[in-house]
């Protein structure tokens, strides 16, 4: 026996409830299975190493006394695993639990405790089906039926334990006479000890489900009473099947033809549920003759259980009635034993009125219930009878209608499709739907309309103030499993954010996956655990795709989803912000930098929207160590917002950086102030303008550049020993440019310059912007490819503005006025050159999807395109990565740059069958 509560910490949530009966955990060590064990009995269950403590013993050292709980919610439906902050953790898959954090967990979702090796799976109560074993040549199909028949065997051995024995004392056995063994035949149709007779398995079964057959004579007169009025229901739905509640001449209209079914075809107006397969019961057996059978001894202990009982449920609606037989399920608890049958009958009353009553799933049951109570069968035909008005069958009618018009107008446009269709129809008329596809789509729009038009959230939210799980748990997976659903839960939750039905699905969600749904719906980014869930989940999604660089489209795609997320609003900016800047600080490394370019892209996006960053970036960055003083967070800010720099602004700053106790360095590092110095400082016609004070400008870009910043307990140190030399080194540089056009005769000086990161950055954007410029519009000669190739080749982490240098004029030389197209592709051709340079340090994948786009856009002639691959093609040798093979074999397959003359002549199959087999 446990403690009532053997972890004071942690109290026990007030969702807890009752499981169904039949669940259990299958115990599993290196793919076998070594035991089950029954959870149906308490709303949970601590797993530990105490067995004085807890319900289930794990005994492995890595387990703590008192390990984890697992506890049902009543109104989900699901178990929830809690790990007691134990030492070595509790994993559900690969994920780790968070201590005192509840992860509920699905059907065959498996966990395990520390560093055991026995996994833990949740499992229901096995289907009561016939198992059949298949013919002597099909193993597969063989030893699937002997596993199924090895587990139902294990789970019914496993209810026989928790049979109780009684105890019989040796007196009392003593006193009882030995009965002289014989064999008396009688006539009537008993059977003994029913709990362990099932014709369907063939071995014990559930000892916890219990049939009683009564005498003969009461037998035959309850079978009486019920054929009566099961033929009297069923002569109900013949009539109304055949239309003559509707009046109706013609017994075979078509409205008529599928009452009974609804439809030749039913309307799936909702994704569809998980039906419950009860599997088949006695009466669906073949008959036997009927004679006296003998059942094995029960046992010991066994006490023989009720009649079927009545139990009324809230389960789907407030009068419906469902008629169980004892199978375990321990609903008696929330109803009582004792039933008024006036309830009864006024409820099943009230059911049997509702509109369309009778194609009610469960109206035999209703019907059964009445009549047992005291109902009489004239009362249940006029019900019915009068409660019909085919609302469903008229549904699916003008569905069929709809349908039939519509095919009949293909049929008039063209008469060799007619023929087809005809002839198509005359062999498989009987497999083709009477509703189209796409009338069933216009018939779930329509739905969706009137759901969100007439959606009711106090109605909605009932169902989960009432623990109507069952209900609640298909009407979840229904919205959130469904692809074309969700987007209606989207648009219900901006409407009513306070309902806790819609709350659920969104968790569910979030938990499902689809975070680049939900990620824009305030309510997602508003929780708190489910907005967590989807930084984490995109951010680590971005990092990995990060690691085949930041221009392949899993990069790009990875990012947009990232973006949407993080710059939601300010409180999502702030959290991701946040998040990132304790990941900067506590990694090293590639993984530093990785983490730092995502966050300088992440305010890039934000500058080039329009949204105002720099307010929840001084907020996290400011302390109460040397605060920021007001006139820097002004200076810079302002900047930012006009999007350029003035001399006040840069005065500001440059004072309070070349003083004594300068502030954080994060202001001049962040990534657009630093762009807008390098545009200021290196473009030609803006440098020239600000030659009197530029010295202020390269201070702080050279600050930015070289200064390191360390922070103790009292102040913060900037260590500047780098700055001198740096400065110097771009003051040379900017007299280069400011005497001289042609690099060709201070090359070697700028090869020399150009291997610091910061000149070579301003060194494109000079060459850049000389180029583009409507103003100068600078011829590009040799020597301005050949510093891009050298620049491209040194710096790593330079190839990315490389790329958007090269992208730049090429689009300007595409675009240049009053010259031949001749002489446009000569000079593209210098820059196709660039971009294989670029190609071949490693920049790859971006460089060939953006030739490829180009080339589909008709932004580049098809010989560009054929000297791009040819060249492509020498430079390469296997093996190929999949990404790369996809890439670029959609160039090789061209035929309308490489023709069949060229094809064969370099040989490509052996190369397109090489990327193939990647």
């Known amino acids: 026996m446990t403690k009532e509560n053997p972890y004071p910490d942690y109290v026990i949530p007030s969702w807890h409830g009752e499981p169904p009966q039949g669940m259990h955990l299958d115990v599993i060590k290196d793919d076998n299975l070594i035991q089950k064990i029954m959870v149906d009995e308490k709303h949970f269950y601590y797993f530990g190493r105490n067995p004085e403590q807890v319900d289930i013993v794990v005994e ?153 057959v009564s005498n003969k004579n009461k037998g035959n007169s309850i079978n009486e009473s019920n054929n009566k009025y099961e033929n009297k229901i069923t002569g109900i739905k013949r009539k109304i099947g055949t239309g003559d509640f509707l009046n109706h001449s013609d017994k075979k209209n078509r409205l008529g033809f599928k ?52 139990f009324l449920t809230n389960n789907h609606t407030e009068c419906d009635i469902i008629l169980m037989e004892e199978n375990g399920h321990n609903e008696k608890n929330n109803v009582g034993n004792n039933i008024d049958d006036r309830n009864i009958i006024s409820i099943t009353r009230e059911a049997l009125s509702l509109p369309d009553a009778i194609l009610q799933p469960n109206i035999e049951e209703i019907v059964d219930a009445y009549i047992s109570h005291g109902g009489t069968e004239d009362e249940v035909f006029d019900m019915l009878s009068g409660s019909f008005e085919g609302t469903l069958q008229m549904a699916n009618e003008l569905a069929c209608l709809l349908t039939d018009i519509t095919y009949e107008r293909l049929d008039t446009s063209d008469s060799r499709l007619k023929k087809k269709s005809q002839k198509k129809k005359t062999k498989n008329e009987d497999n083709v739907s009477s509703i189209s596809p796409e009338v069933g789509e216009i018939v779930i729009d329509a739905v969706k309309k009137v759901l969100i038009k007439n959606f009711n959230p106090d109605v909605a939210d009932k169902i989960i103030e009432s623990n109507q799980g069952d209900v609640a748990v298909n009407i979840v997976n229904s919205l959130t499993n469904n692809e074309s659903w969700r987007p209606v839960v989207y648009k219900l939750i901006q409407e009513h954010p306070n309902s806790s039905l819609l709350s659920v699905c969104l968790k569910f969600i979030s938990q499902l996956g689809y975070h680049n749904e939900i990620c824009n719906i305030p309510m997602a980014t508003n929780q708190l655990d489910i907005f967590s869930r989807i930084v984490s989940s995109s951010l680590t999604k971005l990092i990995q795709s990060h690691e085949n660089g930041p221009g392949t489209e899993e990069y790009d795609k990875a990012f947009e989803e990232f973006v949407k997320i993080a710059a939601f609003g300010e409180h999502s900016y702030i959290f991701t912000t946040s998040l990132l800047l304790n990941l900067i600080n506590s990694n090293d490394g590639r993984k530093k930098s990785t983490l730092r370019h995502i966050f300088e892209e992440l305010n890039i996006y934000c500058y080039n929207n329009d949204y105002d960053y720099t307010v929840s970036t001084i907020s996290i960055i400011n302390n109460t160590i040397n605060p920021i003083s007001n006139d820097i967070i002004t200076a810079y800010q302002t900047m930012i917002r006009k999007k350029n720099v003035n001399p006040t602004d840069i005065l500001t700053l440059y004072n309070a950086y070349s003083s004594s106790n300068p502030p954080p360095i994060h202001f001049l590092r962040d990534i657009v102030f630093m762009d807008l110095l390098i545009n200021v400082i290196f473009t030609k016609d803006i440098s020239l303008n600000i030659k009197n004070h530029r010295h202020t400008y390269v201070y702080l870009l050279a600050y930015s550049s070289c200064v390191v910043e360390k922070i103790n307990e009292t102040k913060r140190i900037h260590y500047k020993q780098e700055l001198e030399p740096l400065i110097e080194e771009i003051n ?30 301003g060194c494109l954007q000079y060459i850049k912007s000389s180029i583009t410029s409507h103003k100068y519009a600078v011829e590009p000669n040799t020597s301005h490819y050949v510093l891009i190739d050298e620049i491209g080749s040194i710096h790593i982490n330079l190839r990315d503005r490389v790329f958007q240098t090269l992208n730049l004029i090429f689009s300007h030389v595409s675009s240049l006025p009053n010259e031949s197209a001749e002489v446009i592709i000569q000079k593209q051709k210098y820059i196709i050159h660039r971009y294989i340079h670029l190609l071949s340090t490693g920049y790859c994948i971006p460089v060939i999807r953006h030739l490829e786009k180009m080339y589909k856009t008709n932004q580049m002639d098809v010989s560009l395109m054929r000297l791009f691959a040819i060249e492509v093609i020498e430079l390469i040798s296997g093996p190929y990565s999949q990404e790369f093979s996809q890439t670029f074999l ?24 090489e990327m193939e087999s990647v």
Not at 150 to 162: D, Q, S, V
Not at 292 to 304: I, N, Q, R, S, T
Request: proline letters at 4%.
């Open 259 to 310: 009452s009974e079914t609804l439809g030749n075809m039913l309307l799936n107006t909702a994704p569809n549920l998980d039906d419950q397969d009860y599997g088949p019961t006695l009466e669906d057996l073949e008959p036997f003759e009927k004679k006296k059978k003998y059942a094995k001894e029960a046992w010991p202990g066994k006490k023989p259980e009720n009649e079927s009982g009545l």
């Open 732 to 761: 040379k540089f900017l007299k280069i440019i400011d005497n001289s056009e042609d690099f060709g005769i201070v090359f070697n000086t700028l090869e020399e310059l150009i291997k610091q990161p910061l000149i070579a950055t």
């Open 60 to 212: 492995h050292t890595s387990c703590s006394r008192v390990h984890s709980v697992l506890i049902y919610h009543q109104a989900l439906k699901r178990f929830a695993l809690v790990d007691l902050k134990s030492s070595h953790g509790t994993y559900c898959g690969k994920v780790k639990l968070e201590p005192f954090t509840p992860m509920f967990i699905n059907v065959n979702d498996s966990f395990h405790f520390g560093a055991s090796t026995r996994h833990f799976v949740i499992r229901e109560k096995p289907k009561e089906t016939i198992i059949k074993m298949p013919e002597e040549g099909d193993e597969n199909a063989v030893n699937a039926a002997e596993e199924q028949l090895a587990c139902l065997t294990e789970y019914n051995t496993t209810l026989n334990r928790k049979k109780q024995i009684i105890n019989i004392s040796d007196e009392d056995c003593k006193k009882k006479k030995k009965k002289r063994g014989k064999v008396n035949f009688y006539e009537e149709e008993i059977i003994l000890n029913i709990d362990e007779f099932d014709e369907k398995i063939g071995k014990f079964r559930n000892m916890a489900v219990s049939f009683v």
């Open 890 to 913: 959609p160039i090789l397959l061209n035929t309308d740059i490489f023709h069949d003359d060229i094809f064969d002549k370099m040989n490509l199959n052996c190369l397109i069958e």
